[in-house]
């Protein structure tokens, strides 16, 4: 089956051109040069690029007031979500692998209750990932409830080679990249909107199956 050509009139396509262009030089503008000390954003920024390529994509679309809470979410995702990944490749038993990951993501929630309680953090401030998500949920108001079903589907799922039933598979997406879906909508200003909510949770559905 052949391609049809879809024209694009040449004032959209120069329209677009500066418009990515933009948004790219304001990604770069918010990333450091390697030769001085990466902030917590940069780990972030570099941290999705290695480990999510295709995130770090979208990313570049963020607006520059949205990058900080997009990228220091997605980097949560890969610190949680890679914790399964490890547990493969480890030495140890594979009762000794799991217990090692349930502790490193029950370290997640502990340090999302120092987030929201916001008591002088302590483990929060030697992580860099940490540091940028405290500063994320504080400027943009993220909300607690989609973070802790992030960290907790990734737990509820270390042992889980299948999900036995359908339900299970729908519940699994709507809980990760649903939740995923949901703070990046608010990372974008929208707060209590229904709509958007649903939007979000049905996408990140989508994507997650």
Known sequence: MGYVAVAMPRTSFIRLFHTT???????R?????????????????????????ESYLV???????ACPSYFAVRALNVE?????????????GAAGSLLAGRVRLRWWMDILDEIYS????????RHPVARALHRAVHECDLSRLPLEKLVSARMDGLDVEQHPAVQDLVRYAEDTAGSLCH???EGA???GHTDAAEAARLVGVAVGI
Do not use: E, I, M, N
Request: positive net charge.
């Open 80 to 92: 949680v979500a890679t914790v399964r990944d490890s547990l493969r490749s480890a030495s140890t």
């Open 183 to 185: 703070l990046h909508v």
């Open 29 to 53: 503008s918010f990333s450091s040069s390697a030769a001085s000390p990466r902030s917590d954003d940069d780990h972030c920024l570099a941290l999705v690029r290695s480990r999510d390529y």
């Open 59 to 65: 990313g570049l679309l963020q607006s520059q007031k």
């Open 118 to 125: 916001d008591s002088g953090v302590t483990d929060c401030t």
């Open 21 to 27: 262009r933009r948004r790219v030089d304001a990604h």
């Open 189 to 191: 200003g929208v707060h």
